[in-house]
């Protein structure tokens, strides 16, 4: 009986100390199976509970939250931040109400709070096959450092790899299907996995890192140090970015991260004739599942999308 209404009256509560919070974002973050949507939640309800402590202690509810979005807003926030900050608050409520930490009905009430509406459709960074054949050219020494960043872009222009998928590669992931090199079983956002077609100047540029690094076994990329050691269990999704970007200021390319080369990777594969369907089984995009139970299809591997998208070098590599 006493645990009875020890539940009632916390499940009353209408305002949300920093215990409560932090344990709410513990929920939340454990909740996610995806490292990078744990990184980015984490991140945007940290700055929820740092604006919400600071304020006077008002109702967890709705009347907050919409404070908080003309706070947002007043950043001059992109709407597609403002609505991922505002994601982040909900699931913080629903974690809340469900340990019995917060009122349902205000629960109930942040999930009424609309978004930012989004004017006009945001321009993503492309690049076109010539730019990429540029930024390939960077890397070209006989270094085993140039080797190594030769075969991350190219794995990142050809396959359309998240950083996360890419420096989570094993040699175990690399095996042929139907005749042709596939990264089979590739576990992606969310939890879905994939298999990706590998084209073979893709193959070249990893074969010449792993014989030049004289790796057999394990993760894929490793760490070189200045003197050209490898080292290391694998590589950071840090430094990937500062690959990416580092290696496109050297082509004349500015501002350029990893996920652009993901999206240059489906433009040139439709580009090059690439079906649809093809291309989504290619990123690992959620609605791939969809697709093929509904339409039935199967990736094709033979002749993949990614084979002859215009990046190809015309003698095997750099």
């Given at each position: 009986m006493i645990q009875k209404r020890k539940n009632k009256h916390r499940?009353?509560?209408t305002i949300?100390?920093?215990?409560?919070?932090?344990?709410?974002k513990t929920s939340v973050l454990q909740s996610l199976g995806s490292v990078a949507s744990k990184r980015t939640y984490g991140a945007?309800?940290?700055?929820?509970?740092?604006?919400?402590?600071?304020?006077?202690?008002?109702?967890?509810?709705?009347?907050?939250?919409l404070k908080y979005r003309y706070e947002l807003e007043a950043r001059r926030l992109a709407p597609a931040t403002i609505n991922l900050r505002l994601a982040a608050v909900r699931r913080l409520a629903y974690?809340?109400?469900?340990?019995?930490?917060?009122?349902?009905?205000?629960a109930a009430g942040i999930r009424r709070v609309?978004?930012?509406?989004?004017?006009?459709?945001?321009?993503?960074?492309?690049?076109?096959?010539?730019?990429?054949?540029?930024?390939?050219?960077?890397?070209?020494?006989?270094?085993?450092?140039?080797?190594?960043?030769?075969?991350?872009?190219?794995?990142?222009?050809?396959?359309?790899?998240?950083?996360?998928?890419?420096?989570?590669l094993t040699l175990g992931h690399l095996q042929q299907r139907d005749e042709h090199w596939a990264i089979v079983n590739l576990y992606g956002k969310g939890g879905h996995i994939r298999t990706v077609p590998v084209p073979f100047w893709v193959k070249t540029a990893l074969d010449q890192w792993l014989i030049a690094a004289a790796i057999s076994d394990g993760a894929i990329f490793r760490r070189v140090s200045r003197t050209g050691n490898v080292w290391?269990?694998?590589?950071?999704?840090?430094?990937?970015?500062?690959?990416?970007?580092?290696?496109?200021?050297?082509?004349?390319?500015?501002?350029?991260?990893?996920?652009?080369?993901?999206?240059?990777?489906?433009?040139?594969?439709?580009?090059?004739?690439?079906?649809?369907?093809?291309?989504?089984?290619l990123l690992g995009h959620r609605s791939v599942e969809t697709t093929e139970r509904y339409l039935g299809s199967r990736q094709?591997?033979?002749?993949?999308v990614n084979d002859k998208i215009g990046l190809e070098p015309d003698s095997g590599g750099p």
């Open positions: 499940s009353t509560m949300l100390r920093l215990p409560d919070l932090d344990h709410s945007a309800i940290e700055d929820f509970i740092t604006w919400y402590c600071s304020e006077p202690r008002l109702a967890f509810g709705r009347t907050v939250v974690e809340a109400s469900d340990n019995g930490l917060l009122n349902p009905d205000l609309k978004g930012a509406k989004r004017l006009g459709m945001r321009l993503g960074n492309w690049l076109t096959a010539d730019q990429g054949k540029q930024l390939l050219t960077v890397p070209s020494s006989e270094s085993v450092r140039d080797k190594r960043d030769y075969a991350i872009l190219s794995l990142l222009l050809g396959c359309g790899l998240r950083r996360a998928e890419l420096t989570g290391g269990p694998r590589i950071s999704e840090k430094l990937v970015w500062w690959i990416v970007r580092q290696r496109a200021q050297v082509a004349g390319i500015e501002r350029l991260a990893p996920h652009d080369l993901r999206r240059t990777c489906a433009r040139l594969c439709h580009a090059s004739g690439g079906e649809l369907e093809q291309i989504q089984f094709r591997l033979v002749s993949a």
